[in-house]
């Protein structure tokens, strides 16, 4: 099968006029022409396939939204190939919004003034959309959405997630191929997020719509996503299936032994001390061969150990210990 989405050393690199301070500076800006180069995206190569759920993770500034820009098109690329359903997005910008839809988080595409509904039927006439697949799609989008009791109401008197809920129905209104999402849950409260997680994962199991989106809420990815990108200054650092990560780095378990009176600096052969509270010393099992009945036998009854906790990494402890190894790890592959 064609990949749904290719990208190939792509590169986006922003020019800024250099600011010098004062008014004198601000003046000699007006005439200098000395600018300063952000690289924000930087040799970016994947491939995506029809019907996939992808995280786009990486911290602030890592250049995710540049990415996303790019492949609906709103961004040209600086440098390499992008190819989105077979099209350069930039240059077929029409073409490509016909078969995508985007939701970013902190912009809205709903007109604030007016009822939800009456936004939906501008998407309507704006995407041609035919009657029948415009009433089917809006029923199984109300429905699955919740958006009954609020789709007759202003935009601007609804609640965030309300927002969100519509913004998502909003861009699925066409039956795109691809959706994009920036951050669609940011804000939102624990209940909000939950719904929003268990539709985008419904219409990529149920309607094969492809699934791009970036976030900061590693549950996001956890519960829509099994494969994730993970850039950092504008570099891929990651591109895999996240329990193949997970199984890489989740051998880092956290052991707390607490004993009845401080035994002084213990180190151990079979696990690392992390932290030497006195009494309480926490350790990683970095070793996943190694049990805690081994760690148990080498500390031996000569300390009075007290209690004992064992706690499997989560998904933030991962990508942590991902982000702090990435010299280490830098290019794995799927
Ligand atoms: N229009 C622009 N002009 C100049 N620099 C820009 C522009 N857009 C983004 N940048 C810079 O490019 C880099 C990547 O920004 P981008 O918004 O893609 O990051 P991000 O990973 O989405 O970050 P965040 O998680 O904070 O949203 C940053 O250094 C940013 O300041």
Redesign the pocket.
């Given at each position: 099968m064609a990949p749904i989405i290719s990208a190939v050393g792509v590169g986006k690199t922003?020019r800024?006029l250099k600011r010098q301070a004062g008014f004198g500076g601000a003046l000699r800006g007006l005439v200098s022409r000395d600018y300063t180069e952000?690289r924000?995206v930087e040799g970016i190569a994947f491939s995506i396939e029809p019907g996939e759920a992808v995280g786009y993770l990486?911290p602030?500034?890592?250049?995710?939204?540049?990415m996303i820009k790019m492949m609906t098109g709103i961004l040209t690329p600086s440098a390499g190939t992008l190819s989105v359903l077979g099209r350069e997005p930039h240059s077929n910008r029409i073409l490509n919004a016909r078969d995508i839809g985007v939701v970013f988080g902190q912009r809205s595409q709903l007109w604030w003034d007016l009822p939800v509904r009456d936004s939906f039927e501008l998407n309507r006439h704006i995407y041609d959309i035919p009657d029948s697949r415009f009433a089917d799609n809006l029923a199984y989008l109300t429905q699955m959405l919740d958006m009954g009791s609020y789709i007759g109401r202003p935009v601007r008197q609804l609640s965030l997630g309300q927002r969100m809920r519509a913004e998502i129905a909003m861009a699925l209104l066409h039956d795109p191929k691809i959706l994009f999402l920036d951050e669609p849950t940011i804000g939102l409260d624990v209940v909000a997020k939950d719904a929003v997680r268990r539709f985008l994962a419904e219409i990529n199991r149920e309607r094969g719509t492809t699934i791009i989106l970036?976030t900061?809420d590693l549950v996001d990815i956890e519960q829509i996503c099994p494969r994730l990108i993970m850039v950092d200054d504008g570099k891929l650092l990651f591109d895999g299936e996240l329990r193949h990560l997970r199984a890489t780095l989740g051998s880092r378990r956290r052991l707390t032994l607490e004993f009845a009176t401080d035994p002084g600096p213990l180190t151990l052969k079979t696990a690392t001390l992390a932290a030497d509270e006195g009494a309480a010393k926490h350790y990683l099992l970095e070793n996943e061969a190694v049990s805690l009945i081994d760690v148990l036998n080498e500390v031996g009854p000569a300390h009075g150990l007290k209690d004992i906790k064992l706690e499997e990494p989560d998904i933030e402890e991962v990508i942590r210990t991902f982000y702090l190894n990435k010299p280490k790890l830098a290019g794995s592959a799927p």
């Open positions: 922003f800024q952000i924000a990486g602030n500034g890592a250049g995710k939204s540049t970036t900061h």
